[in-house]
């Protein structure tokens, strides 16, 4: 193969057929998108499937609720049902601390249109009846977030941009990134060369690499995260929340007629391991005890592990080097990136065709961290 493009899209998750869905739509032509496996296959096939706007910081809330819309109207707009289920999130709080940074997360989210709210224990347990209010001080809810299928959604968006001219090039990985002086000229591949002037970065966990081809530093960090799965639950509960305790990060929600849970894992070290292990089982089984003890009778049937793309701050990169022309970013997302892929497809349009965003994203540049300017999110498990 010896082709050119008007942009190479790297990584085939969410971000990578979200843009090149939003490029094609504008009409760019020539878009190609290079993915070394299927589709789907890195970190979005692993996501929990969470979609929410209930963030500390404004820029992911306005990320969270226009993603939010663009999951509503999918199926009209996209033509693929994407399992939607708008159950809300429920944050549980334990401590005066959270509930204080709740609060103020809850105010911003209300100035900016999202209908979250604090709540007692008592209605937390009325939402969400398998857990325990012992210990629990207020909790945090928001009836427009949910959960849906992260690989309806990328192959929706990858669906798309094929009827639209955009080139899927799978099982195709990324050898090099060719620059005369500070321009890009080409990506080479395992297929051949693409000339092109623009790379676009969308590689999740792998996005160090691939900005390092480029002389970017993009400081991404891969961390295994684990779910399991459970077996049915006596009784079918389709309206529960994506419910969070957010003191252990014990997390869980409705997966056909069982549950999906999982929760983070202090002593997980950095690298791309992606096999299971059962060294998670006793935290998890004690935040179970302490916050769900009903989840203690449900036998696990499966499970997996998955790559969180961590930053410094546990926020994204999001934007386009100054060190390179014309290479743009979006990754890092410290997992929200499913969540938030809609919108940063707009975001990575706009920036590529020189409009202005609907939304800033400056401060979520790569550059941040050489000035001394970190993004921290809070709301994050």
Known sequence: MNTQASAVIIGGGVMGASIAYHLAAAGVRDVVLVERDELASGSTSKAAGGVRAQFSDELNIRLGARSLEAFGRFPEEIGHDIGLHRVGYLFLLSTPQEVASFERSVGLQNSLGVPSRMITPKEARRLSPLISTEGLLAAAFSPDDGHCTPEAVVHGYASAARALGARLLRHTEVTGIELRDDRITAVATTLGRIATDTVICAAGAWSRAIGAMAGVDLPVMPLRRQIAVTEPLPEPRPGLPMTIDFTTSLYFHAEGPGLLLGMSDPEERPGFATDTHDRWIPALYAAMERRAPALLDLRRTGGWAGLYEITPDHNALIGEATSVSRFLYATGFSGHGFLQGPAVGEV??????????????????????????PRPEVNLV
Do not use: E, K, T, W
Request: no cysteine; proline share 8%; glycine share 4%.
């Open 348 to 373: 990575i349009r706009d920036l590529y065709l020189g409009r202005v965003p609907f939304v800033d994203v400056s401060p979520l540049s790569a550059d941040r961290f050489a000035a001394d300017a």
